[in-house]
């Protein structure tokens, strides 16, 4: 009897060393972002779902993701200094432009008014398997010390008011309209008359609800999720710029993994991309249907109406992207990446 006590107390302190050596082992990654928890409610929080699921149960557990949703971690300048301090190892949400204006100015290319013609020539040119897309995010972690996992190709965004229809860049003129802290989206609103707000995510409906600005541009999925429509009355399809939310981890923290923990988190992140897309696409679709229903005015321009937006917008743009990158030469490059993208799909 004694015997099989000596016995059982022996497995149980085996059994309790082998479960905080386990335990010491594994790896914690912090990830926050501004959707909400619900994996159904915003291609975001689904797509970060899927990446806790799969990075999980691929590295057995060694790796595991705690998710902060809804914000709990602050707003998006507040979650990027944070990765970029080691406070989290990463987060999403974070617009490219925000990154331009503070951290890798390079981003600003992205933010050429009417870069992309359509979402498909975006994930053509920036999914995590393409060669600029690893050029750049190879060249950011450097020099930064944050290193891009993925772009959330969430829609092309639209304008959208309280005041009026807008068709050409003269409707825009006296308009305050909210932007993100985005320079280049900045004065592309300025280019055309109206005033740009910066105003952040988490409080935006109430700006809106209140009059603190006119109007907004986002995609179709976020204008429905925001229910943008009980505050704004006209949509406008225009398209100017495709939302590119950068989802970054801290490169110190990454790169002192396995290399199998950096290999399970790059593969997590490529289905995380593709589930954020197809999701965000199915918001697109069906969004605008919704949208109409519930009583917004949405107009459509015609070509000719956005060859005005484009030449009004570009003219004051790209200028100012030129004298704000690093490597002015990642202009023509994204340029050139565009048109081998829509030629490919002719």
């Known amino acids: 009897m004694k015997k099989l006590l000596v016995v059982l107390v022996l497995s149980l302190v085996l059994l309790f060393n082998v479960a905080s050596v386990m335990a010491a082992d594994q790896v914690v990654m912090k990830l926050g972002y501004a959707e909400t928890a619900d994996p159904y409610g915003h291609p975001t929080s689904a797509a970060l779902n899927v990446f806790k699921s799969y990075v999980e149960n691929i590295t057995s557990g060694q790796l595991k993701v705690e998710l902060y949703p809804a914000g709990q971690l602050g707003d998006a300048n507040s979650m990027l200094e944070q990765v970029k301090r080691g406070v989290i190892q990463s987060c999403a949400s974070i617009p490219s432009g925000m990154i331009a204006g503070k951290y890798y100015n390079n981003f600003n290319i992205f ?6 013609p359509n979402n498909v020539v975006a994930w053509n040119v920036l999914n995590t398997r393409t060669d600029f897309f690893k050029d750049i995010s190879e060249d950011m972690a450097s020099k930064t010390g944050i290193r891009p ?16 229809e807008i068709r050409s860049p003269e409707d825009l003129k006296g308009l305050k309209i909210r932007t993100m802290e985005v320079p280049a989206h900045m004065e592309m609103v300025k280019a055309m008359g109206a005033s740009p707000t910066p105003v952040s995510w988490l409080e935006l409906y109430s700006a809106l609800q209140t009059g603190v600005v006119d109007g907004q541009e ?21 398209g100017h710029v495709t939302l590119l939310n950068t989802w970054v981890i801290n490169e110190k923290w ?10 399970a988190i790059l593969e997590a992140a490529q289905i995380a991309t593709l589930t954020n897309r197809g999701m965000a696409e199915l918001n697109d679709t069906v969004g605008l249907s ?12 015609t070509p000719e109406e956005l060859n005005q937006f484009q030449k009004v917008t570009q003219e ?4 100012y992207i030129k004298e704000n990158v690093d490597d002015a030469s990642l202009i023509d490059r994204i340029q050139e990446e565009v048109n081998k993208a829509v030629e490919e799909l002719k």
Do not use: W
């Open 111 to 116: 933010d050429i008014p009417y870069l992309f």
């Open 149 to 164: 996992l993925g772009f959330f190709i969430e829609g092309q965004r639209h304008f959208t008011n309280s005041v009026r």
């Open 218 to 238: 986002n995609p179709i999925g976020n204008i429905l999720y925001l229910k943008g429509y009980e505050v704004q009355k006209y949509l406008t399809l225009d």
């Open 254 to 263: 990454f790169a002192k993994q396995s290399p199998q923990i950096q290999a």
């Open 290 to 301: 919704e949208l109409k229903a519930k009583g917004m005015q949405v107009y459509s321009p």
């Open 316 to 319: 004051a743009v790209i200028p």
